[in-house]
C-alpha cells in the first residue's frame, strides 16, 4: 500500500504542482537560434501591420540575455529578466514593447527602438495613469496603433479630453513626432 501511495505522490501530485508554479512569463529563449547571428535578443514578432491592439494582461516574451549586446538595455528592465513584446520591425530596426511597471503604476508600456545594438528612441505607447489618493475614477488612459507604413499614432483620453499624436520612423531609428511641417 505504501509503494502504491508514493508512486501517487511521485507521478500524480508532484506533477501537478510543478505545472500549477509554471510563471506567466513567456519564455522563448530555448528554442533554436541562428548561429549566425551572435546578437539575438528577441523573438520576431508574428503580428503584421496594421497595428492595433492593446497589450494588456498579455504574456510577455523574455530576451535572450546570452547572447544580447544592446547598450544601456538593463535601465529598462524592471525585473532580473528583460521582459518585452515583440511588435513588427521596420526594416533593420528592431520594436518591442517593453513593460515598465516597477513603480506606482502596474500598466504602462514603453516602445523601444533599436538599431546597430544601440536603443534609438522610445515613446510611451500604452498605459494608464491616475493621481493616488484623489479621483482614482479619473484615469488617463493611452493606447496606441502602427499603419502599414508605420506611422505610429498615440492617442491619450483624460478628463473627456482625447489627445491624438502621430509619429514616423526614420531610418536610423529615431522616432520623431510628425507636425504640419513634415
Known amino acids: 500500500m505504501i509503494k502504491i501511495y508514493i508512486s501517487y505522490l511521485i507521478f500524480c501530485v508532484f506533477p501537478f504542482f510543478a505545472y500549477a508554479q509554471e510563471p506567466l512569463i513567456k519564455n522563448n529563449i530555448n528554442k533554436s537560434i541562428p548561429r549566425n547571428n551572435k546578437n539575438l535578443c528577441f523573438e520576431k514578432s508574428t503580428d503584421i501591420l496594421p497595428l492595433n491592439k492593446i497589450y494588456k494582461n498579455v504574456?510577455?516574451?523574455?530576451?535572450?540575455?546570452?547572447?544580447?549586446?544592446?547598450?544601456?538595455l538593463e535601465s529598462w528592465n524592471c525585473e532580473i529578466d528583460f521582459r518585452y513584446i515583440p511588435i513588427p520591425s521596420k526594416n533593420d530596426i528592431n520594436v518591442i514593447l517593453v513593460p515598465q511597471d516597477c513603480g506606482d503604476f502596474p500598466y504602462r508600456l514603453y516602445l523601444l527602438t533599436i538599431k546597430d545594438n544601440q536603443i534609438r528612441s522610445d515613446l510611451y505607447v500604452e498605459g494608464e495613469w491616475y493621481e493616488p489618493g484623489n479621483n482614482e475614477d479619473l484615469v488617463e488612459k493611452t493606447h496606441f496603433t502602427i499603419s502599414t507604413d508605420?506611422?505610429?499614432?498615440?492617442?491619450?483620453?483624460?478628463?473627456?479630453?482625447?489627445?491624438?499624436?502621430?509619429?514616423?520612423?526614420?531610418?536610423?531609428?529615431?522616432?520623431?513626432?510628425?507636425?504640419?511641417?513634415?
Not at 504574456?59 to 544601456?72: F, M, Q, S, V
Not at 502621430?166 to 510628425?178: A, S
Open 59 to 72: 504574456k510577455y516574451n523574455l530576451a535572450n540575455n546570452e547572447n544580447c549586446k544592446i547598450e544601456d
Open 150 to 182: 508605420f506611422i505610429i499614432t498615440v492617442t491619450t483620453e483624460y478628463d473627456n479630453n482625447l489627445t491624438i499624436k502621430h509619429y514616423d520612423l526614420d531610418q536610423n531609428g529615431y522616432i520623431r513626432e510628425k507636425t504640419n511641417d513634415n
